[in-house]
């Protein structure tokens, strides 16, 4: 008995991409490559890709495709989660925050469809988030590049969704602002893998598996996509001038000094209090007022505690045919 040809099952936004563009593309490549005919699931507003990623799987698809911005990402990425499943991305959006960590070419139908059919696999990391609402209701998502609670979280709760459509990234400025004339500080107890727990406050706390940002801002020089670690920032500037420090270090230093073999002029950061790094399997997180969270830019509501985890090599992606880990 002849072995079934394998199957490739489309993940996609509707509102960034019509399916008969993609239909143009990814079933003559289907075809050359001796693969059967692709399977198409529209994401929805209330499910941003998860559900369509476990149908998938259980409709026994060889790998994933998805087709739209950071969120659709994400919520494939969730459904794929320890299956063994690859992603293959093809980055629609404003972000593309996972692509452009992995160094993949944006908005490229083409070579997005090569990786699908005949790219090579790569396990990277997830972070795993657990949290509890106010109300008591805990949930688990996954993330792909960083989680980000205080200022971070309200600069997108504050983002205007048209304005964001029509400047991209530049949109964000008009909600930093906002955010930044609340001043709020977060009260909480935290804990990194088996330590005590300490006390703070913290204008920002991010967690990630990913180093870069929007414009190839380099907020974490040491994140690796496949280190087994995440690692942590915690922001706690006073006023202006401590922004004003921070920016420097995170546009400046982290882009040119640890990025070049100058590493050693770049001071220790684990002794500025204004801008603090640190490593771990684990972050527990217990707030005194509910705090805001987002996952790779989207944001998910109120929390009053959150542990965050890597789940080391939990996804496997495509990566482009030939690629190697050297480069």
Not at 5 to 17: D, E, G, L, R, S
Not at 233 to 247: K, N
Request: aromatic share 4%.
């Amino acid at each position: 008995m002849m072995a079934p040809m394998p199957t490739a099952a489309v993940v996609f936004n509707p509102v960034k991409i019509d399916v008969d563009d993609l239909r143009k593309v990814i079933d003559p490549a289907a075809a050359q490559a001796g693969w059967d005919e692709s399977m198409y699931l529209e994401t929805s507003e209330d499910d941003p890709g998860t559900g369509m990623a476990r149908e998938a799987v259980e409709r026994q698809a060889s790998v994933v495709l998805a087709v739209g911005g950071d969120g659709t990402v994400r919520g494939v990425a969730e459904g794929l989660r320890d299956t063994g499943v690859p992603l293959a991305l093809c980055p629609q959006g404003t972000g593309n925050l996972l692509a452009r960590n992995l160094d993949l070419t944006l908005d490229n139908l083409e070579e997005s469809t090569a990786a699908c059919f005949n790219g090579v696999d790569r396990p990277i990391d997830l972070g795993v988030a657990m949290w509890s609402r106010p109300g008591g209701k805990q949930e688990e998502h996954s993330f792909l590049v960083m989680a980000g609670l205080g200022l971070d979280a309200q600069m997108i709760s504050n983002s205007d969704e048209e304005l964001k459509k029509k400047l991209g990234v530049a949109a964000y400025a008009k909600s930093l602002v906002v955010s930044l004339k609340d001043n709020h500080r977060m009260r909480l107890l935290y804990r990194l893998d088996e330590d005590e727990l300490r006390k703070a406050r913290l204008h920002t706390i991010m967690v990630g598996n990913c180093g870069s940002l929007q414009n190839n801002v380099l907020l974490l020089p040491d994140a690796a996509v496949d280190d087994g670690v995440l690692d942590v920032v915690a922001m706690r500037p006073q006023g202006l001038f401590g922004w004003a420090q921070i920016m420097w270090k995170v546009l400046v230093e982290n882009a040119l000094l640890r990025r070049s073999d100058t590493r050693a002029l770049v001071p220790n950061r684990d002794e500025d209090r204004q801008l603090n790094y640190q490593q771990c399997q684990r972050v527990e997180l217990f707030f005194r007022e509910p705090e805001e969270i987002e996952l790779d830019g989207d944001h998910f509501g109120e929390v009053l505690a959150v542990r965050m985890s890597v789940d080391p090599g939990g996804l496997v992606v495509k990566m482009p045919p030939g690629w190697t880990r050297e480069g």
